[in-house]
């Protein structure tokens, strides 16, 4: 899966309104830890890629990144809906405007990630701030095996081409928890998630597919310092 890193100490700046689902409000974040999120029944429910929960995928990004920060002996990062909304941001501009950079080549206002934080009401918030993104399978589906699309009860289903079975979606627990393992492959990634210096983190999603190609997300991770008093 394709996935960079990015990072920078500044301090950054503006605001972005979210809708919550019913099933993962932010208020929610401070009544779970990793491990009481991994029993939600809802973070474990399969994935329907025709009615995707977003703050729930994004819920289980954040989660799974805290998992890993535990796994490690660090500190689990706080969520900050800001550095949420930022994320929703990038991943949004980067379906919108199909491309898969941290620098945004269609949108001058929204071209860093400075930008993008002072966009969503970050301005003067953070001493620090990094930012991951992927783009990543919603099923279990490895790149480059044979599929094929069938059309059953005007929903696409997605079929093994060998066996002709359907290739099982992700639950958003399951999701969230390749999606880190991913990121934790690769060094720079690997590093903004157990940096020290990042106290907060919000993530961001998008489904991005195309006619005939598999069903993908466009995800983000944004990191944070907060500074005192913010």
């Given amino acids: 899966m394709k996935a960079v890193t990015i990072f920078f100490i500044a301090i950054l700046f503006a605001s972005f309104n979210l809708q919550n689902t019913d099933n993962f409000s932010d208020s929610l974040y401070n009544q779970h830890t990793y491990e009481t999120f991994a029993a939600f029944p809802v973070a474990n429910q399969e994935i329907d890629i025709n009615n995707i929960d977003y703050e729930l995928l994004n819920a289980s990004i954040f989660y799974a990144s805290n998992k890993q920060r535990a796994l490690h002996k660090k500190k689990p990062f706080a969520f900050f809906p800001l550095l949420r909304d930022a994320a929703v941001t990038q991943s949004t501009q980067m379906v919108k405007y199909d491309f898969f950079d941290h620098q945004n080549p269609s949108n001058a206002t929204l071209k860093t990630l400075k930008d993008r934080l002072e966009s969503v009401g970050g301005a003067g918030k953070y001493t620090a ?87 993908k997300v466009k995800a983000t991770q944004v990191f944070g310092r907060l500074k005192e008093g913010k």
């Avoid at 993104?133 to 279990?140: A, C, P, Q, V």
């Avoid at 979606?169 to 990042?198: C, Q």
């Fill in 129 to 215: 701030a990094g930012e991951n993104i992927s783009e990543y399978f919603l099923m279990d589906y490895q790149t480059r095996e044979p599929f094929r699309i069938e059309r059953v009860n005007n929903k696409q289903i997605y079929l093994h081409s060998k066996t002709g079975k359907p290739i099982k979606p992700h639950t958003y627990r399951s999701f969230g928890e390749a999606i880190v393992a991913d990121w934790m492959t690769s060094p720079g990634h690997r590093a903004n998630i157990l940096d020290d210096k990042f106290t907060h983190l919000g993530c961001g999603s998008l489904l991005s597919t195309k006619p005939n190609q598999f069903p």
